[in-house]
């Protein structure tokens, strides 16, 4: 299959940018939670359950497509034309942080964003069963985190990591496709590492020796294609926490 090629101007990057960042501020400012782009239909948000339409035309896929091309760095650009599917998260000051999956569906360009809150969230106001919290005090082990989209697995996960990270001197390491919450060092130093931007795959990732470190791996490793997800460490770290889809 041909490569597509999209021209790129100021004046086109510029509108189109505009145009993105109106859906998005539309997102934030309904308190909604995803904000979905297919063609031959209204962009539409998700609010407390429900989808609603915005204003505006009915969208194009080549449109939905050149919306995000401003964004997108060369090697992603690549990696859509040849994997017609792609993960980033991005940040636009004043507004917030968004994780975007760009896909075809009937043969044309369409995109799924979720609104990242701009703070990790803290254990004790997600709600869960005091069980939950004692796993980010495991000495060793492996946490597994599944559900289906939108269940809440990023932001359990995150919540633990915010935990350790608050309570206990500890080398965190997370490997993420992509990086969604933003972590600031507290008792531990955090680094975050993003696959196809700071490391060339999850396995790169963890190659060198993580004797000590709290690991987060999002997504699960090599379950989007297929592969049985494996994780070899050289040295055991103290809790490794994988999500699961």
């Given at each position: 299959m041909a490569k597509r090629r999209?021209?790129?101007?100021?004046?086109?990057?510029?509108?189109?940018?505009c145009l993105n960042w109106a859906w998005l501020r539309s997102l934030v400012d309904s308190g909604g939670s995803d904000l979905l782009l297919v063609d031959d239909a209204s962009a539409q948000i998700l609010v407390a359950g429900n989808w609603r339409p915005l204003d505006g035309d009915t969208l194009h896929g080549e449109a939905i497509l050149d919306a995000f091309d401003a964004v997108l760095t060369s090697e992603q650009r690549d990696a859509f034309a040849r994997e017609r599917d792609l993960d980033f998260a991005y940040q636009?000051?004043?507004?917030?942080?968004?994780?975007?999956?760009?896909?075809?569906?009937?043969?044309?360009?369409?995109?799924?964003?979720?609104?990242?809150?701009?703070?990790?969230?803290?254990l004790e106001d997600l709600g869960l069963p005091d069980a939950v919290q004692s796993l980010a005090s495991f000495n060793s082990g492996l946490v597994l985190v599944t559900g289906g989209t939108g269940h809440g697995k990023s932001t359990t996960i995150a919540g633990l990591i915010e935990h350790i990270n608050q309570k206990r001197r500890a080398h965190i390491l997370t490997v993420e496709d992509p990086i969604e919450y933003l972590f600031t060092n507290g008792q531990s130093?955090?680094?975050?590492?993003?696959?196809?931007?700071?490391t060339p795959a999850f396995a790169s990732a963890l190659r060198h020796d993580v004797d000590g470190h709290a690991i987060y791996i999002s997504r699960g490793v090599?379950?989007?294609?297929?592969?049985?997800?494996?994780i070899r460490f050289?040295?055991?770290?103290?809790?490794?926490?994988l999500t699961i889809q």
């Open positions: 999209v021209p790129n101007t100021h004046d086109r990057g510029r509108r189109l940018i636009i000051d004043g507004l917030g942080r968004f994780r975007v999956n760009l896909h075809y569906q009937r043969g044309t360009p369409a995109a799924a964003v979720r609104s990242i809150p701009g703070a990790p969230p803290k130093i955090i680094e975050q590492r993003e696959v196809g931007e700071d090599g379950c989007e294609r297929g592969q049985s997800p494996r050289n040295c055991p770290p103290e809790i490794t926490l």
